[in-house]
T-cell receptor
Framework: ETGVTQTPRHLVMGMTNKKSLKCEQH?????MYWYKQSAKKPLELMFV???????ENNSVPSRFSPECPNSSHLFLHLHTLQPEDSALYLC???????????FGEGSWLTVV | DAKTTQPPSMDCAEGRAANLPCNHS???????VYWYRQIHSQGPQYIIH???NNETNEMASLIITEDRKSSTLILPHATLRDTAVYYC??????????????FGKGTKLSVKP
């Protein structure tokens, strides 16, 4: 139990579907992150939120849309995805942007 | 950001100490050495971090050389559940902003009975 909970753990979606990944952290942190891990590739940082404001967006395609309604919750809205977007999507949080980052268990996404 | 070099794989006998090396010869003075591990199909787990001094916690020990160009993560009594990919990451402190936690390929540690 890491204190960062992601749902669903597994998701299969068609290319025309719209779905969302949810992340909730119970650590009282104020920064949250989305990472992507494709097969045989290192983790890639996608988005960073600090105090509920997006502070970094690493050239992620617009078919991925993050939302941070409060410091405990982070969503990743998915629409019109491609099969190559199939990956493990990891949420993480930290107290401030200069402290240790803690990861959730990840959401396995398969786009068919 | 400084890059790190780790062996792609290592084996360790169960119950023995696992010593995982990491080279970070271009590390600068304000960069920390972080270690994470990732067990198959799970999110990365924070292990330990340090700046200059050796560090120890309930999971592991971190030994950083005096010139800070390399470090070793020590799991004192490896168990089968320690089988994972171990990432050594050098993380720059940009003074107010985070910089990115950049993961490389890591070392796949296999603990064998």
């Amino acid at each position: 139990e890491t204190g960062v909970t992601q749902t669903p753990r597994h998701l299969v979606m068609g290319m025309t579907n719209k779905k969302s990944l949810k992340c909730e952290q119970h650590l009282g942190h104020n920064a949250m992150y989305w990472y992507k891990q494709s097969a045989k590739k290192p983790l890639e940082l996608m988005f960073v939120y600090s105090l509920e404001e997006r502070v970094e967006n690493n050239s992620v395609p617009s078919r991925f849309s993050p939302e941070c309604p409060n410091s405990s919750h982070l969503f990743l809205h998915l629409h019109t995805l491609q099969p190559e977007d199939s990956a493990l999507y990891l949420c993480a949080s930290s107290q401030g942007q200069r402290n240790t980052i803690y990861f959730g268990e990840g959401s396995w996404l398969t786009v068919v | 950001d400084a890059k790190t070099t780790q062996p792609p794989s290592m084996d360790c006998a169960e119950g023995r100490a696992a010593n995982l090396p990491c080279n970070h010869s271009t590390i600068s003075g304000n960069e920390y050495v972080y270690w994470y591990r990732q067990i198959h199909s799970q999110g990365p787990q924070y292990i330990i971090h340090g700046l200059k001094n050796n560090e120890t916690n309930e999971m592991a020990s971190l030994i950083i050389t005096e010139d800070r160009k390399s470090s070793t993560l020590i799991l004192p009594h490896a168990t089968l559940r320690d089988t994972a990919v171990y990432y050594c990451i050098v993380w720059k402190d940009y003074g107010g902003s985070q910089g990115n936690l950049i993961f490389g390929k890591g070392t796949k540690l296999s603990v064998k009975p």
